[in-house]
């Protein structure tokens, strides 16, 4: 049996320790994408979670996206991933679903009124926007702390 210990995972895991990091926190981190990118409906869009390189990442391509969404929780406004998002044009009709949309969502729709239903954790928000041509908006949803737990 081998029992050399590699002095450079010694000395990753003693950082890992000394920042707190446990090693569950740090595969999490190792494994969240920095973005998810996708088409719904012929609508572009991009999502992303609680990490600082995950939303680093929706930064340089935000004007790409005529709406802007946020979500969070609490009186802190902590950021709210797993939010079941649809949005429907004038006439009704759903135009956008995404069933795990994360803290922040940017999609590409034409200029027109917009409802935005958003549910977390049984609880449902909701907001009109209206797109204009050539200028994105930003909505910002929120829920109550227990949001996330329910």
Known sequence: MNTRTNPLLAAVAAIAL??????????????APAAVHGVVNGHAYQTAGLQRHELAALKG?????DLRMSFNEGWRRARLNDVKLDIY?????????????????DVQLPPGNYRIVARAGGI?????VDLKPGA???????????????
């Open 124 to 128: 449902e928000r909701s907001k009109q």
């Open 61 to 65: 391509d935000k004007k790409d996206y």
């Open 136 to 150: 994105s908006k930003h909505v910002s949803l929120h829920w109550p702390g227990s949001a996330a737990k329910a």
């Open 18 to 31: 000394v920042a707190g990091v446990g090693p569950a926190m740090a595969h999490q981190a190792a494994a």
């Open 89 to 105: 044009d004038n006439a009704h009709k759903d135009v956008f679903a995404l069933a795990n949309a994360r803290a922040r969502t």
